[in-house]
């Protein structure tokens, strides 16, 4: 952990330009080279050919899970190292690897003890989940909450009548997990190092409805799991038509019936916490 290429999302949670700087102070008191940085999305996200030509060996993530997800998809392949910061709203993932750490502390932590471990991770065509993939009409609150990040009132409420109405419409059906045979509203699945975690939600009376909106909203899309989790190997999601999915909150539509599974990534996330991540 010597060359760093710092990536970070002033518009995530708290991933703030006054914090930045503050990481960016740490890293000069450890000694540590930013060699590289990209605030995304006003900048794209670096190529492995830049983390290459530039001797990079750790790339700092500093934003939502939204964004870590697009970094890490965007950098496969590449043989570095991964510290993951929470700057998000919910930081899933930082939590995994650092628990409730600082981000200065975690970089403190790091630098002096360099472990790099695996996760599980949720497979879906050349799609990737670290924290969790959303489907079924639920997701569209999705949509909603962007466009509150952003401050943009009217596509709120124009996105939050889409998603109150396709709530209400058709479920989403999904092969694979024992016990599932109706048409759900939502189904969370999380990567595992088993396989995955599959849990459904049966939306239908008014405050289920209200309760999954604002968590959507609100950023906390867990607190919308009312159900209890199931175990499965590989799934598949059957609509009638192609369905918008949600990778680590990040909008993707998939075709009906395409394989979910859980696979591993390699070693590349840096970890500060005591004992496995």
């Known amino acids: 952990m010597k060359r760093l290429w710092f990536i970070t999302n002033p518009r995530s949670g708290s991933a703030a330009s006054e914090k930045c700087e503050a990481i960016e102070a740490v890293f000069a008191d450890r000694g540590l080279h930013l060699a590289g940085r990209t605030r995304f999305p006003d900048q794209p996200l670096p190529k492995v050919a830049d983390l290459e030509a530039a001797h990079i060996d750790t790339v ?43 981000p200065d502390a975690i970089i403190h932590a790091a630098h002096a003890d360099l472990r790099r471990v695996a996760l599980p991770v949720v497979e879906a065509g050349p799609h990737r989940a670290f924290v969790g993939l959303i489907l079924g009409p639920a997701a569209q609150w999705g949509r909603a909450r962007e466009a509150a990040r952003r401050g943009r009132l009217a596509r709120v409420l124009g996105a939050a009548r889409n998603a109150w109405r396709r709530t209400f419409g058709r479920g989403i059906r999904i092969d694979g ?47 919308a799991r009312a159900v209890t989790d199931r175990r499965a190997t590989r799934v598949r999601p059957h609509t009638r038509r192609a369905l918008l999915a949600l990778f680590d909150g990040e909008p993707v539509t998939i075709r009906s019936g395409i394989e979910i599974a859980g696979g591993m990534t390699p070693p590349i996330f840096l970890t500060t916490r005591e004992g496995d991540a």
């Open 177 to 223: 997990v024992p016990g599932m045979i109706d048409a759900y509203q939502a189904v969370f699945i999380a990567p595992h190092a088993d396989g995955l975690d599959v849990a459904a939600i049966d939306a239908r009376d008014w405050r289920s409805i209200v309760e999954l909106g604002w968590s959507w909203l609100t950023g906390d899309w867990l607190a």
């Open 60 to 102: 700092v993530l500093f934003a939502g899970d939204g964004t870590i997800n697009a970094a890490l998809c965007a950098l496969a392949g590449w043989d570095g190292a991964f510290l993951i910061l929470p700057g998000g709203t919910m930081n899933m993932l930082a939590r995994v690897l650092h628990g409730d750490a600082a």
